[in-house]
């Protein structure tokens, strides 16, 4: 018993304050020195706790309360960091993240801590959307569900059918995971309408001149298309191939990256200066046609629901 007292360490500061009314003490052995009034205020778990009769380990009369944690020192440090009035800590790893919502769900102050943290913070969002769609839904926070499906629409499909990190799917149920198929397919649908109803040639004009669509008599053949105005425009055909390729990249990626990605891939190019169509200023309508095109992208998956039904449930 000596030898467990004596491998019993102090908390680095705040958390050594000799006039501290309580201990919490982690399952690796450190002695977090702290106030039970802060406490109550945050969880009423912790509240009744304090009104209970303490069994964890002896100490001297002038000592507080010690009650045995089963949370390491890593989880209980982050977790009186947001306690403590001023104090404030940049999550940097989702693994901290996970540790204190799970820390806040055991001790019932959950929306307390969520409030607190950003778990859809644009930095996790951009690394690991799938993994922050998978939190959110087990924790049942449904506007950071909403935030990180938005952003899976960064990935390509088969990136959420075959993910890098399996991993980041774990603990969520087949229909949460199926909702989230269904919801980048409708997006992949309504941008992919964009293509099929030839939406660019509706762009205002100098983001797309007509002779930039216009056969300069080195194509085989043009075609007439009928725009999202009924207007019917002739163009030429490398054009009408490269808009189909358009529609199955946005059905596999559709966000505005798609169309950024189409308007400066080479073989576009290629095709336009073959015809005889890309000249000087061209470059610039093609970069003014992607911010566009961009927009009228984010519109169109901004209007698709997420259907997430109730979020998944976890076992307790």
């Given at each position: 018993?000596?030898?467990?007292?004596?491998?019993?360490?102090?908390?680095?500061?705040?958390?050594?304050?000799?006039?501290?009314?309580?201990?919490?003490?982690?399952?690796?052995?450190?002695?977090?020195?702290?106030?039970?009034?802060?406490?109550?205020?945050?969880?009423?778990?912790?509240?009744?706790?304090?009104?209970?009769?303490?069994?964890?380990?002896?100490?001297?009369?002038?000592?507080?309360?010690?009650?045995?944690?089963?949370e390491d020192e890593r989880t209980l440090y982050l977790v009186l960091q947001f306690c403590y009035?001023?104090?404030?800590?940049?999550?940097?790893?989702?693994?901290?993240?996970?540790?204190?919502?799970?820390?806040?769900?055991?001790?019932?102050?959950?929306?307390?801590?969520?409030?607190?943290?950003?778990?859809?913070?644009?930095?996790?969002?951009?690394?690991?959307?799938?993994?922050?769609?998978?939190?959110?839904?087990?924790?049942?926070?449904?506007?950071?569900?909403?935030?990180?499906?938005?952003?899976?629409?960064?990935?390509?499909?088969?990136?959420?059918?075959?993910?890098?990190?399996?991993?980041?799917?774990e603990g969520i149920p087949a229909t949460t995971y199926i909702r989230l198929l269904q919801y980048?397919?409708?997006?992949?649908?309504?941008?992919?309408?964009?293509?099929?109803?030839?939406?660019?040639?509706?762009?205002?004009?100098?983001?797309?001149?007509?002779?930039?669509?216009?056969?300069?008599?080195?194509?085989?053949?043009?075609?007439?298309?009928?725009?999202?105005?009924?207007?019917?425009?002739?163009?030429?055909?490398?054009?009408?191939?490269?808009?189909?390729?358009?529609?199955?990249?946005?059905?596999?990626?559709?966000?505005?990256?798609?169309?950024?990605?189409?308007?400066?891939?080479?073989?576009?190019?290629?095709?336009?200066?073959?015809?005889?169509?890309?000249?000087?200023?061209?470059?610039?309508?093609?970069?003014?046609?992607?911010?566009?095109?961009?927009?009228?992208?984010?519109?169109?998956?901004?209007?698709?629901?997420?259907?997430?039904?109730?979020?998944?449930?976890?076992?307790?």
């Open positions: 018993m000596a030898e467990a007292q004596a491998a019993i360490k102090t908390a680095s500061p705040p958390f050594d304050r000799p006039d501290a009314d309580l201990v919490l003490r982690s399952c690796d052995g450190i002695d977090f020195r702290v106030y039970k009034s802060v406490l109550s205020l945050v969880s009423p778990v912790f509240e009744t706790m304090f009104t209970l009769p303490q069994p964890g380990p002896k100490v001297g009369a002038s000592e507080p309360p010690v009650v045995q944690m089963t009035p001023g104090r404030r800590l940049e999550l940097k790893d989702l693994t901290d993240m996970v540790a204190l919502l799970e820390f806040a769900e055991k001790h019932d102050f959950e929306e307390w801590l969520v409030s607190c943290i950003s778990l859809a913070s644009p930095k996790h969002l951009e690394a690991s959307p799938l993994r922050v769609y998978t939190l959110a839904c087990l924790y049942h926070l449904p506007e950071e569900a909403r935030s990180a499906a938005r952003a899976t629409l960064q990935l390509q499909r088969r990136k959420l059918w075959h993910p890098d990190s399996p991993s980041a799917l980048h397919e409708n997006c992949g649908d309504s941008a992919a309408s964009l293509a099929d109803t030839h939406i660019f040639l509706e762009l205002p004009s100098g983001a797309l001149r007509p002779n930039f669509l216009t056969c300069q008599g080195h194509c085989e053949s043009q075609r007439r298309v009928r725009s999202c105005k009924s207007r019917v425009v002739r163009v030429c055909q490398w054009w009408v191939e490269s808009i189909k390729a358009l529609k199955e990249r946005l059905r596999e990626h559709p966000c505005s990256q798609s169309a950024v990605d189409f308007c400066h891939d080479r073989s576009l190019q290629e095709s336009a200066v073959s015809c005889g169509v890309f000249e000087s200023g061209s470059a610039r309508d093609l970069h003014l046609l992607s911010l566009q095109l961009s927009q009228k992208i984010d519109d169109a998956v901004s209007q698709v629901s997420i259907p997430f039904g109730s979020l998944a449930s976890r076992d307790r």
